[in-house]
């Protein structure tokens, strides 16, 4: 089993509609992130969180909400879809103490029409 | 504005060739210079990462070069094989940082047989 799950892999939705998409890990890791991957922009950071009281902003948090249920989930929110949040979506963990390294997730493919 | 500007998009090379990929950044606060590899369905992950304090450092077929008063580094694969094809990272942090982890755009490898 991954120690990072995503869920939905792939999601095909309409603009307006509320989606979510959930992060699970078994990896024991304090800190969770999620990232969008665009063609030609690379990763984008979106929001990360070292604890489950800590919401931190990332690069492009704008149309995004998130929240951390637990040390293992953490779960990424659009509220009201429009096509150019149309991407592939990461969740990703590491370590407290800053190493450097992150462990992500397959990836959630997401459509918006 | 992007943190970390990679090149080139996407690189094609015979097997047994040596790509090179590179990377630029500005900020002199970033400290810590990974590069992640992707294959295509998966999520990204850690290749081999170096800090500014030394010049090159390899890992099996695979060198960072850096240059820290140019404030370039690049990825050099030697003798590459087709099961190097995939989409290479480079990112930047500060203070060792994953929660402040810049990437490049990406290099999309094909290494041909």
């Known amino acids: 089993d991954a120690d990072v799950t995503q869920t939905p892999r792939n999601r095909i939705t309409k603009t307006g509609k509320r989606i979510m998409l959930e992060c699970s890990q078994t990896?024991?890791?304090?800190?969770m992130y999620w990232y969008r991957q665009d063609p030609g922009l690379g990763l984008r950071l979106i929001y990360y969180?070292?604890?489950?009281?800590?919401?931190n902003k990332g690069e492009i948090s704008d149309g995004y909400s998130v929240s951390r249920q637990a040390q293992a989930k953490f779960s990424l929110s659009l509220e009201s879809a429009i096509p150019n949040q149309t991407a592939l979506y990461f969740c990703?963990?590491?370590?407290?103490?800053?190493?450097?390294?992150?462990?992500f997730g397959e990836g959630s493919r997401l459509t918006v029409l | 504005q992007q943190q970390v500007k990679q090149s080139p998009q996407s690189l094609i090379v015979q097997k047994g060739g040596i790509p090179i990929i590179n990377c630029a950044y500005e900020?002199?606060?970033?400290?810590?210079f990974p590069w992640y590899q992707q294959f295509p369905g998966k999520g990204p992950a850690l290749l081999i990462a170096?800090?500014?304090?030394?010049s090159e450092k390899k890992e099996g077929r695979f060198t960072i070069s850096f240059n820290k008063s140019a404030k370039q580094f690049s990825l050099h694969i030697m003798d590459s094989q087709p099961g190097d094809s995939a989409t290479y990272f480079c990112?930047?942090?500060?203070?060792?940082?994953?929660?402040?982890?810049?990437f490049g755009t990406g290099t999309r490898l094909t290494v041909i047989p």
């Open positions: 990896k024991g890791h304090d800190r």
């Open positions: 990112a930047a942090s500060m203070k060792s940082g994953a929660n402040n982890l810049f």
């Open positions: 170096i800090r500014p304090d030394v």
């Open positions: 969180s070292f604890d489950v009281k800590d919401i």
């Open positions: 990703a963990t590491s370590e407290r103490g800053n190493t450097g390294e992150l462990f």
């Open positions: 900020n002199t606060a970033f400290d810590y």
